[in-house]
């Protein structure tokens, strides 16, 4: 049998429904080995898209979504997604064609050491010489991508190495080799019990919730331990997604552009319980501000990341649901529990208070973010999944949009990768296709990636998309605006595309939204029907995201809005 054959053989046993990607010379073979497989292979249009597709995938699925593309230019369009996905903690396996062995390091057609461009950026990444050691390889990466923190893994296979004959014993169910799936260690139970007494001595926690939450399946672990002991929740961008925002105690997303409640939270604690987080400064600022005058508490399950941004009181190594249950095991011999303390109900008022403020700013009947983000809110079924691409869009979602339940948003949190909302919106319809998915969009961001309607008309898989149509690369401008003395340059998108006719050239409907009641009404068509959708929102170009922390500030150095007297009772 040929290597590629096994190769196949093995991705089916593991599970693996679809692929997505593009055919080139030199991933041929798996194309031809897949001809006669269950795996359904989904051509897209750009491979960048592809890979983000399989993120979308991997992130409603809860196990590696799969890419190909052929060597060369092929293999280095994937690299965004690689580094994106290796960010955000999401497993990947890729696999990409290789020139012929005998060619290799010759500068052949379409030659170049994908492995050497993004070792730095995956969990594992190795070109396989071998056809004997495709099979294994294989199983190796895909158990490798969800061991531990998950992430991106690579292999790189030469044509001739697929096209190997190879014994048929490779086609027997293959165990990963010890070295891809070491466990974390076991949590001290000595550091648990400091963290339990130091949570015991706090007048003021906070739980600083990041995606490792969600990764390691802990929503009920926190949330459990914050009611305990009266605790607000806050979330990083990527720890959005991990707890329901309607519960009483969760307060919303921190740091650069996060909720003022939750800022504020984080501002009076007396310490801070960090659980699956890598503390980056969009979330809490200059390290020695965010850790002043408070205890920290770090759990994490990759070490490196314990103590790297934010020095810690105490640090613990291992699977947030693991040690998470060894805390509410041994927590109410510490401490009972405690009410909910008038502190999280100011926050919370708070929080009320410019929701109310935002949405009455500009009138009942201007269209402005903040009312489309509300909109779609009341809308969209509880279990709707919403992907964001990235920009000022991406911040009014993060800001304004209520997760109710955990893995319904899905964003670009840690490179911040424009374009990837739309192809993570039709990789998460294609691993849930009875649910309504919906991508929420900038301009800037949705014409980077926009030929994925053409994947989404072919294939059946309606995605319904929000373009926040402001002819401008909103974010980019409000920084020029705010920070580089208004000196507008190149951020201006000139008004020539009409997405309109755009959207309808790829096969998907589109509608131009002139009303709040006509975005209303053709969500709520969009939805009843499960039908592909565009809807072209006009922002105004000056609107801004707000709050904000400027750059190298810490939380209370927060702008808000002119108007919203807020900022005095961050002092106090």
């Not at 706090?202 to 331990?225: K, M, Q």
């Not at 006509?518 to 000056?542: F, Y």
Request: glycine share 8%.
């Amino acid at each position: 049998m040929k290597a590629v054959d096994s190769l196949v053989h093995q991705m089916a046993r593991r599970g693996v429904e679809v692929i997505f990607g593009i055919p080139g010379g030199a991933n041929l073979p798996l194309y031809d080995s897949l001809y006669d497989s269950s795996i359904q292979s989904i051509l897209m249009k750009h491979e960048q898209q592809a890979i983000h597709a399989a993120e979308g995938y991997a992130r409603v699925k809860g196990k590696p979504g799969l890419v190909t593309a052929t060597s060369g230019p092929g293999a280095t369009n994937l690299i965004t997604g690689l580094v994106n996905a290796w960010m955000d903690s999401t497993p990947v396996v890729a696999i990409t064609g290789q020139v012929v062995r005998q060619f290799m390091g010759t500068d052949a057609f379409q030659e170049a050491d994908i492995v050497g461009l993004v070792l730095p950026h995956t969990k594992y990444a190795t070109t396989v010489m071998d056809p004997h050691r495709l099979a294994q390889e294989f199983v190796n990466a895909y158990e490798n991508a969800m061991t531990g923190r998950q992430g991106p893994v690579l292999l790189d296979v030469p044509r001739d190495v697929m096209q190997a004959d190879v014994d048929s014993t490779a086609l027997h169910d293959l165990l990963p080799e010890k070295q891809f799936v070491r466990r974390p260690p076991a949590p001290s139970k000595d550091l648990i019990a400091s963290a339990c007494k130091a949570i015991s001595l706090s007048e003021r926690p906070v739980i600083l919730v990041g995606g490792g939450v969600y990764s390691s399946n802990a929503t009920r672990e926190v949330l459990r331990l914050a009611e305990i002991i009266g605790a607000p929740v806050v979330t990083t961008t990527p720890g959005k997604t991990a707890v329901p925002e309607d519960h009483p105690l969760v307060l919303g997303v921190v740091g650069m552009h996060g909720r003022l409640e939750a800022d504020l939270a984080i501002i009076e604690s007396d310490l801070v319980l960090c659980v699956g987080t890598r503390l980056s400064d969009r979330a809490v600022g200059p390290p020695k501000d965010f850790s002043s005058n408070k205890r920290i508490i770090h759990i994490d399950v990759d070490p490196s990341e314990v103590g790297k941004n934010v020095s810690v009181d105490i640090g613990i190594v291992g699977d947030a649901k693991e040690v998470l249950s060894m805390i509410l095991a041994d927590i109410e011999s510490y401490v009972d529990n405690r009410p909910i303390e008038d502190k999280v109900t100011k926050f919370k008022e708070i929080g009320r208070s410019y929701d109310e403020y935002m949405i009455n700013e500009m009138g009942s009947s201007t269209i402005t973010s903040w009312k489309v983000v509300s909109i779609l809110r009341e809308e969209l079924p509880r279990d709707a999944i919403v992907t964001t691409g990235v920009g000022q869009h991406q911040m009014w979602a993060q800001l304004f949009y209520r997760v109710y339940e955990p893995g319904t948003f899905i964003t670009s949190s840690g490179l911040g990768t424009m374009g990837f909302g739309l192809p993570a919106a039709f990789g998460a319809k294609v691993a849930a296709p009875e649910r309504i998915v919906v991508d929420m969009d900038g301009d800037g961001s949705f014409l980077m990636t926009c030929q994925t309607l053409a994947s989404i008309a072919e294939y059946g898989y309606p995605v319904i998309v929000v373009v926040f149509d402001n002819r401008t690369l909103g974010m980019v401008r409000q920084w020029q605006d705010m920070f580089y003395r208004k000196r507008i340059k190149d951020s201006d998108i000139p008004d020539l595309t009409d997405i309109i006719k755009l959207s309808q050239s790829f096969g998907v409907e589109a509608v131009f939204v002139d009303s709040l009641e006509s975005l209303r009404s053709s969500v709520r068509r969009a939805v009843a029907n499960d039908e592909a959708l565009v809807l072209d929102v006009p922002i105004h170009k000056d609107e801004k995201v707000y709050p904000m922390v400027p750059p190298g500030k810490y939380l209370s150095d927060v702008i808000v809005p002119p108007g919203f007297e807020v900022h005095a009772k961050l002092q106090t």
